[in-house]
């Protein structure tokens, strides 16, 4: 299975609006963990994109040993669609000094980019 399969098939198990995964890597490039978004189990945060994000239930999964992650989004047909960490989990990443690596960078295919 390729990274992007690997990302794709996480992503599609997701039951949130917006299906994302995230694979989480560690210094030498290694998959340390892979995990998908996933919509808050209690009830009061039972509100509209009040979901845990792939990025952040990556670092949960994989811990310190991540040092870089790629993020993928796929569609209601399964395609592969554009997506950015939100604010919140960019400080997360930024703060734990992790790199946001493109789809691309990863795959190496230029029809993926991030920005
Ligand atoms: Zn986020």
């Keep these: ?4 399969q690997l990302a794709m098939n996480k992503a599609k198990q ?6 994302v995964s995230a694979i989480g890597f560690d210094k030498h490039g290694k998959i340390v ?4 978004n996933t919509p808050r189990s ?10 845990i ?15 870089s992650i790629v993020l993928c989004r ?3 047909s399964g395609e592969l669609k554009r997506i950015d ?9 930024n703060k734990n000094e992790i790199k946001v690596l493109t789809l691309s960078e990863v795959i190496g295919d230029g029809n993926v980019t991030r920005r």
């Design 74 to 76: 796929v569609g209601k």
């Design 85 to 93: 960490p939100c604010k919140s989990c960019m400080r997360v990443l």
């Design 1 to 4: 299975m390729t990274v992007l």
């Design 33 to 36: 963990a892979v995990a998908r």
């Design 53 to 67: 994000h792939a990025e952040l239930a990556v670092l949960r999964k994989g811990g310190k040993r991540i040092r």
């Design 14 to 19: 997701s039951r949130c609006h917006y299906a």
């Design 42 to 51: 209690y009830p009061k945060f039972n509100k509209p994109g009040g979901n």
